[in-house]
Structure formats: C-alpha cells, structure tokens
C-alpha cells in the first residue's frame, strides 16, 4: 500500500556523543513539551541507559523521547527551532508512523509518536528499500507513566519500565550490543505493507 507523504532527510554533522551535551539537551526538550503541556517520556536507547546503566549507554549516538500523536501540535517543531535546534528529518505524516529528529551541539533527538490501537500503543520506523521507505512498527502492551530522577533532573518513564524495555530488546536486554540493527533488532518489530513516497 503507497502512502504519500513529506519526508525531509537531513544529513548528520557527527556522531560523537558528549554525555554533558546529552542530559542538556534531554533538559531543554523536556522543558519545551512541558510548556506546549505535551507528554512525553524516555524511551529505546535512553530508556535502557538510565534503567541498566543508570547513565546514557556508552555506545549511544543519539537521544529517545515518546509522546502520543494526540498531543501533537505544529508548535512543537517552531518551539525547537526558535531554541536553538535544527531539523534533522520529518518521518511519516500525523497520521501514520510520525517521528521528528532534531540536533543541538551535534547531539542527536529523536522523537517518536505513538499511537494507539485497540489493547496497544505502537510508534513508527521508516525503513529506505527500492520501493520507497517502508513502515515498520513497534508494539507495545498499554503503559502509564511514572517519573524518575535521572541525572538530578526529573523524567517520565513507563510505569512497568523492565517489562517496556524486554518488549524491545529481548529478554537478554541486560547484555549490552555495540552493533544493532535499529529496524528488525527489535523484539517488538512488525513488518508492514505501507510505503511512504518522497516528494
């Protein structure tokens, strides 16, 4: 199934990864979706970091945060912007598998939105392939939130964190994997048949 939408693809300056530079911009995106009343909390490689190392993994090259789709709203990328951060790239469209990307001081944020669907919420990856950038999704059991402190600062995190994190990484997420592969490494990937065009 085509699904036509705008995708912006931005190149990366580096993928060195300053831990000071990470828990700043943590602080400063956490600031910006609390004053536009967004939800959000840690996720992926963030999420583990803090649960199994209680700092950012060391292999890491970039920061996780979820939201839900129905927060959304247009300000959130003007917000960034005017803060100092550059769009990296827009994936999918609000309807479907929608992700933003931004950068601050090299240091990577992804921001993926979640949606949900019956008993489950699921966020979007887009794959490239030679027909078109394909949706692949990650499904996850219904979760709340609960909040942390993560270095001295206060973050959200799902409520039953350990079985969040073994939903995506396995029951052997305690092993750290330098070489992952972020589209079917996942436990929680679910192939699909959309396909997003590029225009």
């Keep these: 199934m085509k699904v036509k939408s705008i995708s912006k693809y931005f190149q990366r300056n580096s993928d060195k990864f300053d831990k000071h530079v990470a828990i700043e911009n943590l602080v400063l995106a956490r600031n910006i979706l609390n004053t536009l009343n967004v939800g959000h909390w840690l996720t992926d490689g963030t999420l583990l970091g803090y649960y199994r190392e209680?700092?950012?993994?060391?292999?890491?090259?970039?920061?996780?945060?979820?939201?839900?789709?129905?927060?959304?709203?247009?300000?959130?990328?003007?917000?960034?912007?005017?803060?100092?951060?550059?769009?990296?790239h827009i994936f999918g469209r609000r309807e479907i598998g929608f992700e933003l990307s931004f950068c601050r001081k090299d240091i990577q944020l992804d921001i993926f939105f979640f949606y949900k669907d019956k008993d489950t919420?699921?966020?979007?990856?887009?794959?490239?392939?030679?027909?078109?950038?394909?949706?692949?999704?990650?499904?996850?059991?219904?979760?709340?939130?609960?909040?942390?402190?993560?270095?001295?600062?206060?973050?959200?995190?799902?409520?039953?964190?350990?079985?969040?994190?073994?939903?995506?990484?396995?029951?052997?997420?305690?092993?750290?994997?330098?070489?992952?592969?972020?589209a079917y490494g996942p436990s929680n990937a679910v192939p699909t048949d959309y396909y997003m065009e590029r225009y």
């Design 121 to 182: 919420f699921w966020h979007g990856a887009w794959k490239q392939t030679e027909k078109g950038s394909n949706l692949i999704k990650y499904v996850y059991d219904r979760f709340e939130l609960r909040e942390i402190e993560f270095k001295a600062e206060k973050f959200y995190i799902p409520n039953e964190t350990e079985k969040y994190i073994e939903t995506k990484y396995g029951p052997d997420w305690r092993k750290p994997v330098k070489k992952w592969d972020w």
């Design 54 to 88: 209680n700092d950012f993994l060391s292999h890491d090259i970039d920061i996780d945060l979820g939201c839900f789709i129905n927060d959304y709203t247009d300000e959130i990328i003007h917000q960034f912007i005017s803060s100092g951060w550059r769009i990296i």
